[in-house]
Every structure is written in C-alpha cells, then in structure tokens.
C-alpha cells in the first residue's frame, strides 16, 4: 500500500533528440527533486531506498555525469540496462492482474518497451527509442516511428505476442488517452487503472488528441503536449500487434521494481483480498472477522472464482463503516468499494463490491444508475444478495467470531433456515429474524430458525 507518492515531470529525454544529451533544465528539475526527497526519506525514517535511472540517462552522452550528481545527493543510483527496465515493467503489470497474458506498452519520455507476459512472468522483450519526447512530430517521424517499432517487433519475435490477447498500456501519456475517453463516454469511475477499451477505439483516441478540446481540467499540460505522439503510436501498436481490447496499467517500473524483490509465497497472495483484509483490519470491533463470514454466507451461493473473491473482499469490508453514524454507513460502504486504492480489479468489480456493502448497510440502490451498466444484472443482483446475506450475518453476531462459528445457514428447495445452538434460541431476535426473512425472499424462500444440539 502507497504511503507516500509524488512525482516531478522533469522530462529528461526531451533534449536527447537534438543534442543527445540531458537538458539543463530537466537535470535542474530532476536533482532539485531528488534532494527533496534525500529529506523527506531522512524525516520519514527510511532505512532503504533505491534509485533507478531508465533510457533517457542510459542513452544520453552525459549521462554518467548526471549519475554521479545523484550520488553526491547521498543517493545511489542504479542505471538499469534496456532489459532490465521492460522487465520490471512487465512484472508491474502482472503484479496489478494476476493471471494476465498478452503483451504490455510502457511508454515514457525516452523509451518505448514492449514485453510478453503470461503464467506469472514476463517472456519476450523490446525497448525502442520511441518516448513520446524523442519521436518527432509530422509524417517523417511517423513513418521512422513505423519503422522502427516493426524492427523491434520482429526482432523480439513479438509480431503475434498480443493477437487475440490484450495490450496493457503504461504510462502517464496513455493514461491521458484513456483519461479522455472516460470523459467523452460520460465512465461513472475516475480511476484510469483497469480502464478497458476495445482496440478499434484507437482511431477515435488519436482524433482526440490532434483535435485537442476542453481537456485541461482533467488532464495536465505536460501530458496534453505529448498525447499526439502517444496516441501515434498507441495506433501503429494496434495495427501491427492486433490486440482484442487496451487495458489500462497505473502499474509499471517502480511497482516491478518491488515485486520482483517478493519472495514466490508472497507473489502468489491475491492482491485485493490482501488489501480488503488491510483496509477492514484496520476498523474492525471484535477482531478481525471477514474471512468467517464469508465462509459463513458460502453456502448459500454457488460463486465462480472471479465472483467468489470479490464476495470474499466485500466480507472483509463489512465492519468498514462501524464508527459511522447509521445513516451514513452506506455511503461509507460503497465509496471504500467504489474508490478505494484497489489493484486487482476492474470497474465491474468495483460495482459489485459497492452493491454488496449498500446493501449490507442496509441501502439497496447504488447512488448513480449508471454504475449499474458496467454489471451484468444477475451479477448485481447476486452481490445484492451477498449484502442482504453479510447484513443478517452482522447482526446475528454483533460482530462476534464465536457466534458466527456456532450457526450456520441452509438453503433448501423451499426454505432458508437459521440453524442456531440450543439454549441460544434468543440469538435470533426480532431484528435478526427481519433481516433473516429479506434474505430468503431474496432467494424465493420462506425463512425458518431450527435449534440444534
């Protein structure tokens, strides 16, 4: 989880194009930067920290001079090799989509890398002096760009990597392509990371970017600037590779950096449920109880893997909004599921996630219709009944593992029976046995309480 992020667009490449050096005033910028944050690693308590510089310094000729003003910081600095930066960028992406094959795109000021991902690791790599502040504008440089990335391509053996498979795009220059896309299809959600669009947008983007328009409130200057060539290329991308959809990464380089130093134990753990269980953890009553009961509700849904986790993540966000009064708990809900610094998961998994903790907290609609559009409505209706389900199960126990441990719930063909311990009858109260009914009507049951030994 990010405690602390800032980032400086000193744009180091730009000068590469014409002189084959640093600019002066990016290396200002960028060792102004670094001494900010020399203090702010001193103040924070940071024991370690690492540094790492891509192509623009590896390419330039005065690039080992700039080096060595980093270290006069007191910051060493690593100068990653071509491989090594499409590496690290690929293991970004298959740390924030676990199970993801296709290739990734990380595009930056002085490179482009492409790299083949599948199984859990990165396969086939390139990385081409194609960043968005080296690339010249106009039809010569389209046609070298063209030609360029073709080369690389085939040289990688990377021509067929991403048919029928998705382009992952990296980078602040796409996020903005995908950033207007979002605007001009009125997307209810404002994080850009999972964002998906189907490879023939491609034309549209690049439209949008030569044309510009009324972008500036929603996207910096600096990425405005370079969204002609970003979305230039995006397209000769799409025309060579043949992707079946683009999907946006927030994830790149600095989390590939991270991952790749995880032991193999931790890279397998689920990413959202990790940070479910950390966002809840942190609010919880009784101890930490998520985990219980979504095991308690299982039995009465029939979830596939990929629905299966987002119940269980929703689970672990169902104390979430306890300190908050009543009325306002749903909407506590729902915006922890909706806007939360969630990595593995997609819009649609957001909605499910929120509708499940509306309906927990006792509202049954989501606050924009158009939510709801991003969901198949028997999937909406499943985590409705996920929420009706964690809802009854909150109040049976008061929050309390032990009481969930000695009940259980059972789904017969025409009922929906609370099972409760003998000489506990009493559990099931008349608010519990309200919220027991709305469950099994849910199901199209007649809700029952039995008491066993």
Not at 190 to 217: C, N
Not at 278 to 301: T, V, Y
Not at 325 to 342: C, S, Y
């Amino acid at each position: 989880m990010p405690i602390f992020n800032e980032k400086v667009m000193a744009g180091l490449g730009a000068g590469l194009r014409d002189s084959g050096e640093l600019s002066d005033d990016s290396e200002s910028e960028a060792l102004a930067a670094l001494r900010r944050y020399k203090l702010l690693l001193r103040h924070m308590g940071v024991k370690q920290a690492q540094v790492v510089a891509t192509a623009a310094v590896r390419d330039a000729a005065d690039g080992a001079q700039f080096v060595r003003a980093v270290e006069k910081i007191g910051l060493p600095c690593d100068v990653i090799s071509a491989t090594e930066e499409a590496r690290f960028s690929g293991m970004g992406v298959v740390s924030a989509f676990p199970g993801a094959a296709g290739v990734v795109g990380d595009l930056g000021g002085g490179s482009l890398e492409l790299i083949e991902i599948g199984n859990g690791t990165t396969g086939r790599a390139t990385s081409l002096p194609l960043g968005v502040l080296r690339v010249e504008r106009g039809r010569a440089g389209e046609h070298k760009a063209r030609d360029m990335l073709r080369k690389g391509l085939k040289d990688a053996g990377l021509e067929r990597s991403c048919r029928g498979k998705p382009f992952f795009m990296v980078g602040g220059s796409w996020r903005a392509l995908a950033k207007m896309d979002m605007i001009v299809s009125d997307f209810p959600l404002p994080a850009t990371h999972h964002y998906r669009m189907p490879a023939s947008r491609v034309a549209d983007l690049r439209r949008m970017a030569d044309q510009g328009g009324d972008w500036d409130k929603a996207i910096s200057g600096a990425r405005l600037a370079s969204a002609p060539v970003a979305s230039m290329l995006l397209q000769q991308i799409v025309e060579e590779l043949q992707p079946s959809e683009l999907v946006v990464s927030a994830f790149g380089l600095r989390e590939g950096l991270l991952y790749s130093q995880l032991d193999d134990g931790t890279r397998k753990l689920d990413p959202l449920i990790e940070a479910a269980r950390e966002a809840g953890g942190g609010d919880h009553r009784f101890g930490e109880h998520g985990d219980l009961l979504d095991q308690w509700i299982a039995p009465l849904f029939d979830d596939p893997p990929k629905l299966e986790r987002l119940r269980r993540a929703a689970c672990l966000l169902a104390d979430v909004a306890w300190q908050a009064a009543p009325v306002f708990r749903a909407d506590r809900g729902v915006e922890m599921a909706l806007h939360g610094d969630w990595t593995a998961i997609d819009a649609a998994g957001r909605v499910l996630m929120a509708q499940a903790l509306s309906s927990n907290f006792g509202r049954e609609m989501l606050p924009d219709s158009r939510l709801t559009q991003l969901c198949k409505p028997a999937d909406l209706q499943r985590a409705h009944c996920w929420g009706l389900a964690m809802r009854l199960g909150q109040r049976l126990s008061g929050g309390v593992a032990s009481v969930l441990e000695e009940t259980r719930l059972v789904l017969g063909r025409r009922t929906l029976t609370l099972c409760v311990p003998n000489r506990e009858e009493a559990l099931a109260g008349d608010a519990v046995q309200r919220r027991l009914q709305r469950l099994a009507e849910s199901f199209g049951r007649r809700a029952e309480i039995s008491s066993q030994a």
